[in-house]
T-cell receptor, first 115, second 113 residues
Framework: EAGVVQSPRYKIIEKKQPVAFWCNPI?????LYWYRQNLGQGPELLIR????????DSQLPKDRFSAERLKGVDSTLKIQPAELGDSAVYLC?????????????FGPGTRLLVL | QKEVEQNSGPLSVPEGAIASLNCTYS??????FFWYRQYSGKSPELIMS????GDKEDGRFTAQLNKASQYVSLLIRDSQPSDSATYLC?????????????FGSGTQLTVLP
């Protein structure tokens, strides 16, 4: 069974440029999460989808970040414009059920560097 | 005060020893607790979950939970060099009207051959 797929794996951009990350969850997983992990820190939740509905986006910086999960399968996270402080690893995770206690399976992440 | 606190380490133990990793959390009503392992440059991987007070054992790993003290720990027996990684404690906490899986900063463990 394929795991969570993310692309690109690495991205280097200049500040003020836009960037987008893509995630394909494990087949059949209804819940999808986007996390940001800064160096030396644990992952921090940005947004959680149950099917195509964003049920928790309280920590998503909405002035520059947007996300979508059309058709309740794959998802895109966008930053526009990027700032130096956005340099981090962006992790996508998915879980089979809809409870936050469900086991989350993480993708390999996208490592973003903003210059 | 951080909601989930861990000693950042690094923690070094000799091969074959017991590694003890500790975590405290702020929310008294939390019911679900997890330990993730993250190898350098890789994504987190769930190794243990615990929901009730007491000990839960899985192979060389034992998770211990004390809700009264708001404390959860992970013991790794017979530590191996392959156990060298960062261990993340995660707790489901209330955030506004939602509940979220909240991670600590992780403890870096090195097992010396």
């Amino acid at each position: 069974e394929a795991g969570v797929v993310q692309s690109p794996r690495y991205k280097i951009i200049e500040k003020k440029q836009p960037v987008a990350f893509w995630c394909n969850p494990i087949s059949g997983h209804n819940t999808l999460y986007w996390y940001r992990q800064n160096l030396g820190q644990g992952p921090e939740l940005l947004i959680r989808y149950e099917n195509e509905e964003a049920v928790d986006d309280s920590q998503l910086p909405k002035d520059r970040f947007s996300a979508e999960r059309l058709k309740g399968v794959d998802s895109t996270l966008k930053i526009q414009p990027a700032e130096l402080g956005d340099s981090a690893v962006y992790l996508c995770a998915s879980s089979l059920g809809q409870g936050v206690w469900e086991t989350q399976y993480f993708g390999p992440g996208t490592r973003l560097l903003v210059l | 005060q951080k909601e989930v606190e861990q000693n950042s380490g690094p923690l070094s133990v000799p091969e074959g020893a017991i590694a003890s990793l500790n975590c405290t959390y702020s929310d008294r009503v939390s019911q679900s607790f997890f330990w993730y392992r993250q190898y350098s440059g890789k994504s987190p991987e769930l190794i243990m979950s615990i929901y009730s007070n007491g000990d839960k054992e899985d192979g060389r790993f034992t998770a211990q939970l004390n809700k009264a003290s708001q404390y959860v720990s992970l013991l790794i027996r017979d530590s191996q060099p392959s156990d060298s990684a960062t261990y993340l404690c995660a707790v489901i906490l209330s955030s506004g009207s939602a509940r979220q899986l909240t991670f600590g900063s992780g403890t870096q463990l090195t097992v010396l051959p």
